[in-house]
């Protein structure tokens, strides 16, 4: 029979094999869903990864949609190497959008080289107090990361949507919900010009250089990564575990929040309601498929910004519904998960016990 | 073949990944016999237990019960066959009854009538003397208690073998004795007792015949009670490895740490609280906590080493009310502690013994403005691996991959060449090969000749009274006045261990 | 008193889907399983129920199918979380998820369609009785069915022999399996009935609740049914009373609103997600009480035969 049995040492081959091959099992079953549907998978697949990529204007599309993936990760991996289950990427950028749409608008049309920088100050600053809360609420009261952090994404979404609607409506928008464009000063200068590839990138790049130093050089680093694989060793020796959880919180909120300034300030250029298509959850995706690892989120954040790109691509190409970005999201991650456990574990082929002489051995009678 | 003869194992193998751990096994137990198996941390008595308890399954080898081939695939059978076994670490359910776990390994037909069970527990264990009540909660039970309970529920389940894991390691003295004349009634009976076990007097007390395992072999069978208590532990270790220590008398100096009036209390409803400890410790001596497990050692480790805080001028250190002091600060400050729990606590079991130096050790000088040095780190390491014979690959090695002896003295190197003024360690010989624990008793006693003064907390009563020169017990999470070793009976101790003394006594001052 | 009776009828229909699926992860809590993809699971529900009731013209095959759906998500996470032993917070994660890029992608082409859901069906005589007549007695059948839902959960965990495996598992899997106890097989069997009520939940918002189908129409219950289950210490009458307060919560704005008071929308409907966190603060504040009433191993994976 089958059985799953614990390798002695964890295999250092599937570390790295098993986003790969979770990746292929995506596309292969990325070929059957287009079957199914009754659409060719070939071109499918071809819309879905290399279309959107071909020339120059789709790379920097793929750019663009990584560079908010990518900040948000690096700052998530900060928490979840400590184990700290951080799930509000997604409040703090909206968050961080918000902040800095507010200063934006009020800024108007001032001029100075001062304007960009303060704008996007408000939105790390608005993330780190977002991030701030769920901290407060995990050190001071105990209170689950996980869910606080969910409610205060949707209680973040709902201030957004109040704001937009509200107080920052653009009274010459015809009614829709939006902000004014904010002033040229205040927007992110153009990394490739002729493109819509922004400073953002840059943020992100350096963000994932940061996090690299922070864990293969520095004490601090070392300190998160005890808390999250010992935290009984972590407390023997001493490290703080309250003041790691206010970094680790910190910094996903600044990321997160710089992600959500930069996506208002350089592509979008006003605040309106569909700020992110999710990238705060996606983000938490490119964490686990890029192990944690700086240079693995860079390359996870491509690959899941293709997602994004491919799915818009095969809604325009082959009339397909929006949701297959979240599918192949999900996928990516659930078979991710299922491939790592054969980091751990390997399938053996277990002969039976051997057949007993004499099976029906009766229970002796206790003797008096 | 007598129907007498109740087990008898012929040749059982048993192969791990990388080890044998039974290889080719024999054993025969008679009915109403008493037989230990005896053996170091690693022999293989666990993996046996296992075998014969159905939990794995032998490469090779057979079983024979009551003079039948038999394989046992798994506990229920082993069960309904007629073997119970009492784990060393208790298989209760706090949050349930004594009926309620004994009714959960029984069948649901034995089980239904509540009325009938309970009237069966008190009877069973009034007879053999181990009086418990059905209703009670587990969770309200002393450990002495459940291991009561296990008993009660493998008799309940008429076991004619009985399985013994450690059951000593967790009672006071007078508990042990207790436990030793229920078995010997149970095998007057006839049923059969089988005594895993490293503790070689109780061994020779108690037993009729012993098999010594040893790097999963038999190493020898012998009657105890016709040898000494150093023959069978020649057959344990082998003749190359060194059994004891000699331990030179302690010059002990000032006054390095004072514990005054501590207190704490506990926030976890199943823990134990500590109340108004007293102990003064000077420089060059090692003084010995006794302790039934679960008595307020852990947390008191806690305070001392920081986990917990404490009122500030409860601890004094060289004068110095450190009681609200992190563990980083004290350990800045000269202190060193060994965790219980080698691997969990005192070493990340993922990482490398050189990131575990860095858990205690960084101000050595390992971190320089926030960034690790890592040559330093490394060759700390590599110092702490040869100065305590760490058999491991080097400082690359992965803590999780040393033995259990090895990982310890990489623990306890790592702190000693810290040179602290103060060590606490805590069992730090439990589970480790007695190679090791020799190393590590050596170790001890060298600091403490270079004048750090040592706190040693154990469940061991021999390490105790062969290291200490003063020695004290910790019960429900008080202090008992501390003796010099010397006018120090084991009697007395056990009593202590019981909770047989009253608060407020002053610890005797060193002669 | 009229309004009264109307608000406290809209609470139980609003408690409604959160009691249904808060259940469902009690049981498998009390096996020692976290499961986070309560969205996933419940979205997966409601999809193949709007789907399966549209295309069968059948409210029950709907809600036949949805239960259906989902115990099959929540078994791939049983897979992953009890057979692998994976890491169970990072596995639900992934089953949020998946279930809502899946669900999204299926029901894509049902967005916007309209489907008779289920009606009121009062109870005759009982529902007479005034105020509480109407509030407990006039509802429709996946009301009932959820009163049914909890009397059998808690009559299972306290008095039977299967509620007392349920809880040794949880409290503790290797003494549970050193008994003889099949922790593996509990545990599915604890995961699938949470899936189950996932799923019967959220055929409740597409059938019965409102009548459609939307991409991630569930707004987080799932979530706040995890923080629910925590909040009542894993006892089943304080996961009905909390359940009923949350439905009080979400429809408060439309109470309001109703009342005259001007409020913008967005910051009313920020409210269940307020009173969640408050619900968490009270509950976890004293962490020497929380731990008196958690299943002792939830969310540590369990390894047998080491």
């Not at chain 2, 894991?165 to 007057?188: C, G, M, N, W, Y």
């Not at chain 2, 895993?196 to 790097?215: D, F, G, W």
Request: glycine share 10%; aromatic share 8%; with cysteine.
């Amino acid at each position: 029979m089958l059985l799953l049995e614990r390798r002695p040492v964890d295999s250092q081959l599937m570390r790295w094999a098993s986003p790969l091959l979770a990746m292929v099992l995506t596309v292969i079953t990325g070929f059957i869903l287009f079957l199914a549907m009754g659409k060719d998978p070939v071109e499918g697949l071809k819309f879905f990864f290399i279309t959107p990529i071909s020339d120059l204007i789709g790379l920097a599309e793929l750019g663009l949609k990584m560079a908010p993936l990518l900040l948000c990760a690096a700052g998530l991996t900060v928490c979840y190497r400590a184990k700290l289950w951080n799930i509000g990427a997604e409040g703090h950028f909206l968050m961080g959008a918000l902040g800095a749409s507010i200063v934006a608008v009020q800024l108007g049309d001032a001029s100075g080289f001062w304007v960009l920088p303060l704008v996007l100050l408000a939105g790390v600053l608005a993330g780190m107090l977002w991030a701030g809360i769920a901290a407060g609420l995990k050190t001071h009261l105990h209170c689950n990361e996980i869910l606080t952090t969910i409610m205060l994404n949707y209680i973040a979404l709902n201030l957004l949507l109040y704001t937009v609607h509200g107080p920052l409506k653009d009274p010459y928008g015809f009614g829709f919900p939006q902000s004014v464009m904010f002033g040229e000063t205040a927007l992110l200068p153009d990394l490739i010009p002729g493109t819509r590839l922004h400073l953002g990138l840059a943020f992100g790049l350096m963000a994932a250089v940061a996090v690299w130093v922070l864990f293969a050089r520095s004490y601090i680093g070392f300190q998160l990564n005890v808390v999250g694989q010992d935290h009984r060793a972590a407390a023997f020796a001493g490290f703080g575990a309250r003041r790691l959880t206010w970094f680790a919180f910190l910094v996903g909120g600044a990321t997160a929040g710089l992600a959500g300034a930069s996506e208002v300030t350089g592509p979008i250029g006003q605040l309106v309601p569909q700020v992110s298509p999710g990238y705060g959850y996606t983000a938490i995706i490119v964490v686990f498929l890029g192990r944690m690892h700086a240079i693995g989120i860079i390359a996870a954040s491509a690959l899941l910004a293709l997602t994004f790109i491919g799915g818009e691509m095969l809604q325009i190409a082959m009339n397909m519904p929006k949701a297959v970005t979240g599918l192949f999201q999900g996928l990516l991650l659930f078979y991710l998960l299922t491939c790592d456990a054969f980091i751990r574990y390997r399938i053996r082929l277990k002969r039976l016990a051997r057949q007993p002489i004499d099976s029906a051995a009766p229970a002796a009678p206790r003797e008096a | 073949m007598t129907a007498a003869l109740r087990l008898k194992l012929e040749n059982i193998v048993k192969e791990y990944p990388g080890c044998r751990a039974n290889d080719g096994i024999d054993l025969t137990v008679e009915a109403g016999e008493i037989h230990a198996l005896l053996g170091e941390n690693g022999a293989g008595k666990s993996t046996l237990m296992k075998v014969i308890y159905g939990v794995v399954q032998p490469d090779e080898g057979r079983m024979l019960w009551n003079g039948h081939p038999v394989i046992v695939d798994s506990p229920a059978q082993a069960r309904s066959m007629g073997i119970g076994m009492v784990f060393q670490h208790f298989s209760l359910f706090e949050t349930l009854t004594v009926a309620e776990n004994i009714a959960l390994g029984l069948s649901p037909a034995e089980a239904r009538d509540r009325a009938e069970l309970d009237r069966r527990i008190t009877e069973v264990s009034e007879r053999y003397g181990m009086a418990l009540d059905p209703r009670r909660y587990v969770s309200s039970l002393s450990v002495g208690e459940r291991q009561r309970v296990e008993i009660v529920r493998c008799l309940i389940q008429e076991s004619t073998l009985l399985i013994l894991d450690e059951p000593t390691s967790v009672l006071t003295p007078q508990e042990v004795a207790d436990l030793f004349a229920t078995l010997r009634q149970l095998a007057k009976e006839g049923c059969s007792i089988l005594f895993i076990s490293h503790k070689l007097e109780e061994v020779r007390a108690l037993c009729h015949n012993a098999t010594v395992l040893r790097q999963g072999r038999v190493s020898g069978d012998c009657r105890p009670a016709d040898v000494s208590a150093s023959d069978i532990a020649r057959l344990m270790v082998g003749d190359d490895t060194p059994i004891s220590t000699h331990v030179a008398a302690a010059d002990p100096g000032n006054v390095l740490m004072q514990v005054r009036d501590l207190n704490w209390k506990s926030s976890d409803p199943f823990g134990t609280s500590l109340k108004h400890l007293k102990l003064d410790l000077r420089q060059g001596e090692i003084v010995g906590i006794a302790g039934v497990a679960g008595n307020g050692q852990d947390e008191f480790l806690k305070a001392l080493s920081g986990e917990i805080k404490v009122a500030r001028d409860s601890l004094l250190f060289g004068g110095l009310g450190i009681g609200a002091l992190k563990p980083d600060q004290r350990r800045r400050l000269g202190m060193a502690i060994v965790p219980e729990e080698r691997l969990g606590r005192g070493a990340v079991p993922a990482m490398t013994l050189a990131e575990n130096a860095l858990l205690t050790a960084s101000g050595q000088g390992l971190v320089d403005r926030g960034l690790i040095r890592f040559g330093r780190v490394r060759e700390f390491s590599r110092q702490v691996i040869r100065q305590f014979g760490v058999r491991c690959n080097g400082e690359d090695s992965i803590a999780a991959s040393l033995s259990g002896g090895n990982l310890q003295k990489y623990i306890i190197g790592r702190e000693a060449l810290q040179n602290p003024r103060l060590l606490v360690a805590s069992h730090p010989t439990w589970g480790v090969d007695v190679g090791s624990a020799v190393a590590i008793h050596e170790a001890l006693v060298r600091l403490r000749d270079e004048g750090a003064a040592i706190l040693l907390i154990s469940e061991d009563l021999d390490e105790l009274f062969q290291l200490c020169s003063r020695i004290g017990a910790i019960c429900h999470g008080r202090l008992s006045p501390l003796a010099p070793t010397a006018d120090l009976t084991i009697e007395q101790l056990g009593e202590w261990m019981a909770g047989g003394f009253d608060d407020g006594e002053v610890s005797y001052a060193v002669a | 008193m009229e309004l009264l009776t109307n608000v406290l009828a809209a609470t139980v229909v609003a408690g409604t889907p959160l009691l249904l699926v808060a259940l469902g992860e009690l049981v498998c809590e009390r096996s020692g399983v976290l499961n986070l993809g309560q969205e996933g699971m419940m979205l997966m529900g409601a999809v193949a129920g709007f789907v399966a009731a549209l295309s069968s013209g059948s409210l029950i095959v709907g809600v036949a199918a949805a239960i259906l759906a989902g115990i099959a998500m929540s078994l791939l996470f049983a897979f992953m979380a009890v057979t692998l032993a994976a890491n169970q917070y990072a596995a639900g994660l992934a089953l949020t998820i998946f279930g809502t890029g899946l669900s999204a992608f299926l029901g894509a082409g049902f967005v916007g369609q309209s489907i008779v859901g289920f009606t009121r069906v009062a109870i005759p005589l009982l529902s007479e009785i005034p105020v509480i007549g109407r509030v407990l007695f006039d509802q429709d059948p996946l009301v009932y069915l959820s009163l049914m839902v909890f009397a059998g959960v808690a009559i299972f965990l306290r008095s039977t022999r299967g509620g007392l495996l349920l809880r040794a598992v949880g409290e503790d899997p290797e003494a549970a399996n050193a008994n003889g106890l099949k922790v593996l097989v509990v545990r599915y069997l604890a995961v699938a009935f949470g899936g189950g009520m996932a799923g019967l939940s959220g055929a409740y918002l597409s059938l019965a609740y409102t009548p459609l189908w939307t991409e991630n129409m569930t707004a987080g219950r799932g979530w706040i049914a995890l923080a629910l289950v925590v909040f009542a210490t894993w006892r089943p009458e304080r996961v009905l009373l909390g359940a009923y307060l949350f439905g009080a919560a979400s429809i408060l704005h439309l109470v309001l609103q109703g009342l005259g008071w001007k409020s913008p929308t967005e910051l009313l409907a920020m409210l269940p997600y307020l009173v969640t966190i408050l619900m968490l603060v009270l509950l976890s504040w004293n962490p020497a009480r929380t731990r008196l009433n958690t299943p002792l191993s939830l969310g540590q994976p369990f390894r047998p035969g080491r």
